[in-house]
């Protein structure tokens, strides 16, 4: 019975834990009726007016109209182009006109300004902020094909590497550290983590690109479980490249490092997607038993090298220097 108490507390805190809290409207508030849509709105659309954008589309056309007076007469337009950057300046509702219901005022300067449908503005711009131009850009379909495409190359560059007995790769030939193993495993967890946002809550996830943030502890858990994982990724990072460049000579710590990312970009492609269809998950399991049996097999130095001071498996010919181990 207090498991099951145990489970159902753990399931609510999780469920709650997903989503950012909605605001509350005390009704003592001395609030007007447009400040409280305006707070309904942000909540519910994620921006309000005084956000500022920059446009990411090729350009787009504004309306100098109101926008009930856009069914009659469309006027003079202004655009604002890419790159531009605007500042929301008026939201209004237009009941009755689904899908664009809702239209934004939005200014570049004093001499352009104009109206323009939510979905439009949306669909052409970009938060000014650099972790959500970040996101987006990562987010472009052409982005992910091309990612994939080297993704490719790299794995048959792998693939031809570990061919190689001599050459130096992460999970099959490791180097004596934890740290790139580790690397990865992080970088399967962070996968998991964004596709499960992105499936199950999603507007978490649109609230998060609105409105970004490196700091763990002002998002909900799950954004913060991805946060976090990026700061450990980073010093992961940074200790597998120093352990790389002392353990391995300059010549073989560069294609070690190639490889080490390539194997990483692959193992996020790999979970992001699986995770969609819930195989990630048991697969996650598994991969971090793959990953831990490995490093332990391929940390199993018995002897040194008498001339160049490598560590060996066993005795024999050093592949390193070539001199005769016995």
Same mark, same amino acid.
């Given at each position: 019975?207090?498991?099951?108490v145990?489970?159902?507390?753990?399931?609510?805190?999780?469920?709650?834990?997903?989503?950012?809290?909605?605001?509350?409207?005390?009704?003592?508030?001395?609030?007007?009726?447009?400040?409280?849509?305006?707070?309904?709105?942000?909540?519910?659309?994620?921006?309000?007016?005084?956000?500022?954008?920059?446009?990411?589309?090729d350009?787009?056309?504004?309306?100098p109209?109101?926008?009930?007076? !856009?069914?009659?007469? #469309?006027?003079? +337009?202004?655009?604002?182009v890419?790159?531009?950057? *605007?500042?929301?300046? /008026? =939201?209004?509702?237009?009941?009755?006109?689904?899908?664009?219901?809702?239209?934004?005022?939005?200014?570049?300067?004093?001499?352009?300004?104009?109206?323009?449908?939510?979905?439009?503005l949306?669909?052409?711009v970009t938060?000014d902020?650099?972790?959500?131009?970040f996101?987006?850009i990562?987010?472009?379909?052409?982005?992910?094909?091309?990612?994939?495409?080297?993704?490719?190359? !790299?794995?048959?560059m #792998?693939?031809? +590497?570990?061919?190689?007995k001599?050459?130096?790769? *992460?999970?099959?030939? /490791? =180097?004596?550290?934890?740290?790139?193993?580790?690397?990865?495993?992080?970088?399967?967890?962070i996968?998991?983590?964004?596709?499960?946002?992105?499936?199950?809550?999603?507007?978490?996830?649109?609230?998060f690109y609105?409105?970004?943030?490196?700091?763990?502890?002002?998002v909900?858990?799950v954004?913060?479980?991805?946060?976090?994982?990026?700061?450990?990724?980073?010093?992961?990072?940074i200790?597998?490249?120093?352990?790389?460049?002392?353990?391995?000579?300059?010549?073989?710590? *560069?294609?070690?490092?190639?490889?080490?990312?390539g194997?990483?970009?692959v193992?996020?492609?790999?979970?992001?997607?699986t995770?969609?269809?819930?195989?990630?998950?048991?697969?996650?399991?598994a991969?971090v038993?793959?990953?831990?049996?490995?490093?332990?097999?391929?940390?199993?130095?018995?002897?040194?090298?008498?001339?160049?001071?490598?560590?060996?498996?066993?005795?024999?010919?050093?592949p390193?220097?070539?001199a005769?181990?016995?």
């Open positions: 019975m207090v498991e099951k145990l489970l159902f507390v753990t399931a609510v805190f999780m469920a709650v834990g997903c989503t950012y809290s909605r605001p509350q409207i005390d009704m003592k508030w001395d609030c007007t009726p447009q400040q409280r849509d305006s707070i309904e709105f942000a909540y519910r659309h994620h921006f309000t007016e005084n956000c500022n954008f920059l446009v990411s589309g350009s787009v056309m504004l309306l109209q109101s926008p009930a007076d !856009v069914m009659q007469s #469309l006027g003079d +337009t202004a655009w604002v890419e790159n531009d950057m *605007v500042v929301v300046a /008026d =939201i209004v509702r237009i009941p009755g006109n689904n899908p664009d219901s809702v239209w934004v005022k939005i200014a570049r300067d004093q001499m352009t300004i104009g109206w323009v449908s939510e979905k439009t949306l669909e052409n938060p902020d650099p972790i959500s131009q996101i987006h990562f987010g472009n379909r052409r982005i992910v094909v091309l990612c994939c495409i080297a993704i490719i190359a !790299v794995a048959v #792998l693939l031809k +590497t570990i061919r190689r001599k050459a130096r790769i *992460v999970h099959f030939n /490791d =180097i004596d550290s934890i740290y790139p193993t580790l690397f990865c495993i992080d970088m399967a967890l996968a998991i983590v964004y596709a499960s946002i992105q499936h199950f809550v999603p507007q978490t996830w649109q609230e609105f409105h970004p943030t490196l700091n763990p502890f002002s909900p858990p954004l913060s479980a991805m946060i976090v994982g990026f700061w450990g990724l980073v010093l992961l990072g200790a597998a490249f120093d352990d790389a460049v002392h353990k391995l000579e300059w010549f073989e710590s *560069v294609p070690y490092l190639f490889t080490l990312a194997m990483a970009m193992v996020y492609l790999v979970f992001a997607a995770t969609m269809i819930y195989v990630g998950y048991p697969l996650f399991a991969y038993v793959f990953a831990f049996v490995k490093y332990r097999r391929n940390r199993t130095y018995k002897y040194v090298c008498g001339k160049c001071g490598h560590k060996l498996r066993h005795k024999g010919t050093c390193f220097c070539g005769r181990n016995v």
